[in-house]
């Protein structure tokens, strides 16, 4: 029995580092406050069509009481955890209607952890709502799944974790920027939770996935082996590991625009999209 535990924490301890903390805890790239804003075309599959959108993804560097993870504002209060913060929204058109979506994740940079994902979502059937949200115990953290939505509600049921890291679906954009990219390729097995994003009112089965990825001279190409098919992803080969194109097993293809980065608190009236697009010294070289 010793032998077999063993061996399981040693699995356990060779997965959990294929990730690494350089990109979250790089303090000269989010110590100024400022986000990254990332703009991507996109086009999502709907009735065996492609539907072409824009997807923005903004990552911003806060601090959160660490209990609640609840945002804490003004500095850097006693006791704050600093964190990063995923928003990211779409509005697919469907013909005479449209769908809107967005996800919101948090990071706690004190463990390198998903502390909350959550999802929001709006069609002309109604509006859907889902959280996976982290519970630390002494024993080890714990997740636990609420939805609300038109299809029907689940309220706080817990969800079993394994020894593998455990990955949203929704938090790739950020989670494979913080693979160990010291090494010119790797992979590693991880637990998958299917995507937020539906009507489904349960959270659905976590299945085994495969992550791997190559590093070329100006590229990392990863790919994601999971149930339902495999992703492949492209990100820069360079600091801080932009992700440049996403094609999924579904048909979502995202290519990126452009990326900056601001206080987007300052550019929020008509024309700032298009100023902040024209400073060089807010975008990130090609």
């Known amino acids: 029995m010793f032998s077999i535990a063993v061996a399981v924490s040693l699995f356990a301890q060779r997965a959990f580092s294929q990730f690494v903390p ?34 923005l993804t903004i990552f911003t560097p806060t601090f959160v009481e ?24 779409a509005t697919i058109p469907r013909g005479l209607t449209s769908e809107l979506r967005g996800v919101d994740a948090l990071w706690r940079m004190d463990s390198m952890s998903m502390a909350r994902l959550g999802f929001s979502g709006e069609d002309v059937l109604g509006n859907i709502a889902k ?17 609300d939505s038109y299809v029907g509600k689940v309220d706080a049921s817990p969800v079993t974790l394994g020894t593998k890291p455990t990955i949203g679906y929704d938090e790739l954009p950020l989670r494979l920027r913080t693979l160990d ?22 959270l659905g089965e976590i299945k085994p996935a495969k992550i791997s990825w190559k590093v070329e001279d100006r590229m990392i190409r990863v790919e994601v082996q999971h ?13 801080p590991f932009l992700l440049r194109e996403w094609t999924a097993w579904d048909g979502m293809h995202w290519k990126m625009k452009n990326s900056i980065r601001a206080d987007y608190r300052k550019y929020l009236r008509n024309g700032d999209r298009e100023r902040a697009w024209k400073d060089p010294m807010l975008r990130h070289p090609d």
């Open 22 to 55: 350089v990109l979250l805890e790089n303090r000269s790239y989010w110590g100024d406050g400022k986000s990254e804003i990332d703009f991507y075309q996109a086009e999502f599959m709907r009735d065996a069509e492609a539907h072409q959108c824009e997807v």
């Open 66 to 89: 660490p209990n609640t993870v609840s945002p804490v504002d003004g500095g850097k209060p006693s006791g704050a955890v600093p964190a990063i913060r995923m928003i990211q929204t």
């Open 131 to 147: 959280t996976l949200r982290e519970n630390r115990q002494p024993t080890g953290p714990s997740w636990t799944f609420s939805s």
């Open 181 to 202: 990219f010291s090494k010119r390729s790797g992979d590693v097995e991880v637990d998958l939770v299917p995507t937020l994003a539906s009507a489904a009112k349960e």
């Open 227 to 239: 149930a339902s098919g495999k992703d492949q992803l492209t990100l820069d080969s360079n600091f």
